[in-house]
């Protein structure tokens, strides 16, 4: 029996169904909503519909418990009339009141026409989703990409690293050896010399203690034969004057270290500079042919990033405000004997690599922004922004006022 009753019972409306609205007693699911009837109903009492001439014009669709809405809750007509100039559904009634004279047409054209629309417009939105889920495949390779460089790149970098660790390690170590051995070499002369000087040492005394003890003797031929024996020189070993002053063995060394630790140093901190701007410049996730400002913004180059090279700027030219803001004058402000100095214009002081953006302000008679590599002439025509292989220019229009913003 429960096996039987079971799909009786689901023929019933539940919560959340449409229920049919010609049932009198328990209401079964609604099977379909008339939109001219404005009433929703079952399969039992849907056959009319299907089967009597008089509902053939009757539009049929999914049940629904908003038909009500299509009612005019001014008029309480069904609307069926579309109002293109308020962009609003109406009754007959008010196409005749209120919306007389307006663009007004069938809601069945007008939904005719917005199916088409619609049509049109998931076709576009289709070729969009399957744009973008390339673009997503796209990227999800560039980040698999990106991971798999950047871990390259970290585990080449720690072993060269380590390489440029060892090598220094083992300089230091050859400078260690080198002066351990020179160390041995030189303190075993030292200690040799010390022994020799010592038993000279010894022996000056006892000639000394011997002349002493001939001194006293009065027997003339026993001084006079003891003498003979002791008048023969000593010989003495000769070596370099001992310097009374501070000793200086390997200090020149310890000097010459100090100073290759200084320019490996330095050396090292401008690679690192070069290295680290290898780095902010890898090109990730961004337009590869920006046209909108928004687009081209991710290439933003930081305000501080440009300061103007005062060696580079010509002498009629006065930098200000850190180096950012540069002014024409109409005298000389300083000698034009720098080899970078260049001719009407400046430069920056640190260059750019890979793709970059920025925005100038500008006022005055024309300014020239322009691009342009370290190795352009500073003089003649051909150091004129623009004017050479060398420089890609653009020109301003032609204003009142004098400076220009970076």
Request: overall charge positive; some cysteine.
């Amino acid at each position: 029996m429960l096996r039987d009753s079971a799909p009786a019972d689901r023929c019933y409306a539940g919560p959340g169904d449409v229920a049919c609205d010609s049932c009198k007693a328990r209401k079964r699911k609604a099977s379909k909503s008339c939109l001219q009837c404005l009433v929703s109903y079952c399969e039992q009492h849907l056959q009319p519909h299907y089967e009597s001439p008089a509902f053939k014009r009757h539009k049929l669709v999914d049940p629904s418990k908003k038909l009500q809405e299509n009612i005019c809750t001014r008029h309480n007509e069904v609307m069926k009339i579309f109002c293109r100039t308020d962009q609003r559904c109406i009754c007959y009634l008010c196409s005749m009141g209120e919306h007389k004279g307006h663009n007004t047409v069938s809601a069945a054209a007008e939904w005719t026409k917005r199916q088409k629309e619609l049509g049109v417009g998931r076709k576009k939105i289709q070729q969009r989703i399957q744009d973008r889920e390339k673009d997503v495949g796209v990227l999800q390779q560039e980040v698999e990409a990106i991971n798999r460089s950047a871990d390259k790149a970290v585990r080449d970098s720690e072993k060269m690293s380590t390489k440029l660790v060892r090598l220094i390690e083992k300089r230091s170590s050859g400078v260690k050896s080198k002066i351990r051995s020179q160390q041995e070499s030189e303190a075993g002369r030292a200690t040799e010399l010390q022994r020799k000087l010592e038993r000279e040492l010894a022996e000056l005394r006892g000639r000394d203690a011997d002349l002493e003890k001939l001194s006293h003797t009065d027997d003339q031929i026993q001084f006079l034969n003891n003498s003979v024996s002791l008048s023969r020189p000593i010989k003495f070993t000769i070596f370099r004057k001992i310097n009374s002053g501070p000793l200086r063995y390997f200090e020149d060394a310890t000097a010459a270290v100090s100073e290759a630790a200084d320019k490996l140093k330095d050396s090292c901190g401008k690679e690192w500079e070069k290295i680290l701007m290898t780095v902010t410049e890898v090109d990730v996730l961004l337009p590869q042919d920006p046209k909108t400002k928004a687009e081209l913004s991710q290439y933003a180059v930081h305000k501080n990033h440009f300061q103007l090279d005062p060696n580079t700027a010509n002498g009629q030219v006065v930098l200000s405000e850190e180096n950012r803001k540069a002014a024409s004058v109409n005298h000389h402000q300083f000698p034009s004997s720098h080899p970078d100095r260049s001719r009407s214009q400046v430069l920056s002081r640190k260059g750019l690599t890979g793709r970059c953006y920025w925005e100038v302000q500008w006022s005055g008679l024309g300014v020239s922004v322009a691009v342009a590599y370290k190795d352009i002439a500073r003089t003649g025509d051909d150091s004129v922004f623009g004017n050479n292989d060398k420089s890609w220019s653009v020109l301003s229009g032609f204003h009142g006022g004098e400076e220009v913003n970076t």
